[in-house]
């Protein structure tokens, strides 16, 4: 079992930065592939960003190429999503995933893959 718990929403102007931070618990963190997706209001959950158990595997959605860096700590069982010039547009809730993988498989955008959510962070951008 893991437990995830985001941190670092919050409100910001359009051009700032933020950087999302997810920690895990239990002790098979470097087991699992880790993602950031968002929900916007009246819209479906979707992906933004994924990082594989070797953390040069990353992957993004096209949105947020150049401007949002995946990265992971497996001594500190974290996960941050740093987050450049910021869009009115990224305002969303945005949660933590993690899906156990055996073997380094790619990387994956269907949220139905990933096994354990955190309870989400927002963020809110302004113009």
């Known amino acids: 079992q893991v437990q995830l718990v985001e941190s670092g929403g919050g409100l910001v102007q359009a051009g700032d930065s933020l950087t999302l931070s997810c920690t895990a618990s239990?002790?098979?963190?470097?087991?699992?592939?880790m993602a950031w997706f968002r929900q916007a209001p009246g819209k479906e959950r979707s992906f933004v960003a994924a990082?594989?158990?070797?953390?040069?595997?990353?992957d993004y959605v096209d949105s947020v190429k150049g401007r949002f860096t995946i990265s992971r700590d497996n001594d500190k069982n974290t996960v941050l999503l740093e987050m450049n010039d910021l869009k009115t547009e990224d305002t969303a809730v945005y949660y933590c995933?993690?899906?156990?993988?055996?073997?380094?498989?790619?990387?994956?955008?269907?949220?139905?893959?990933?096994?354990?959510w955190g309870q989400g962070t927002q963020v809110t951008v302004s113009s």
């Open positions: 995933a993690a899906r156990h993988v055996i073997l380094t498989v790619p990387l994956s955008h269907d949220l139905t893959d990933y096994n354990y």
């Open positions: 239990g002790r098979t963190f470097s087991r699992h592939a």
């Open positions: 990082i594989n158990r070797n953390p040069r595997h990353t």
